[in-house]
C-alpha cells in the first residue's frame, strides 16, 4: 500500500480533549439536512478528523460504524483537498433515508465548496 493512502492514528480526533479545543475555538461551520460539519486551525502538517454518529440517531451500530467507515474512506483518498484543520462531523440523518452521504468541503485549489457524494452500496 502507497503511504499516502494510509490513515494513521495521528490523523483522528480520539480524546475527549482534542474535541473540546475544536468546539471552543469554531473557525470553520457548515451544516446541511444530514451533517454539521466543524472545525477549527491547527498547528499541524496535516488535517484530522472526529466522526460523531448518535445512538439516538442511529439506534444499530453496524449502521453507525459504517457510516464512520465510509467518511473515513473519502477523507483517507481526499486528504489533499482539505485544509490543515481538525475537523467533527456530526451525523444527523440515518443512512438509509438519504440514500447517500451528501456533505460540502472547502477546497484549497479554488477556496470554494466541494459537493462530496458518498454512495451506499449495500
Given at each position: 500500500m502507497i503511504k499516502k493512502y494510509k490513515f494513521l492514528k495521528k490523523q483522528k480526533l480520539l480524546l475527549n480533549k482534542q474535541f473540546n479545543l475544536v468546539f471552543n475555538k469554531l473557525e470553520y461551520f457548515s451544516f446541511d439536512k444530514q451533517f454539521i460539519i466543524i472545525g477549527c486551525i491547527n498547528n499541524l502538517n496535516y488535517s484530522r478528523i472526529g466522526i460523531i454518529v448518535p445512538k439516538k440517531n442511529i439506534k444499530k451500530s453496524f449502521q453507525r460504524n459504517k457510516i464512520k467507515r465510509l467518511i473515513r474512506e473519502?477523507?483517507?483518498?481526499?486528504?489533499s483537498k482539505f485544509f490543515f484543520m481538525d475537523y467533527i462531523i456530526l451525523v444527523k440523518v440515518h443512512l438509509s433515508k438519504?440514500?447517500?452521504?451528501?456533505?460540502?468541503i472547502r477546497s484549497i485549489n479554488n477556496n470554494q465548496h466541494d459537493n462530496v457524494i458518498i454512495k451506499d452500496n449495500s
Open positions: 473519502y477523507f483517507r483518498l481526499n486528504r438519504i440514500g447517500k452521504i451528501n456533505f460540502k
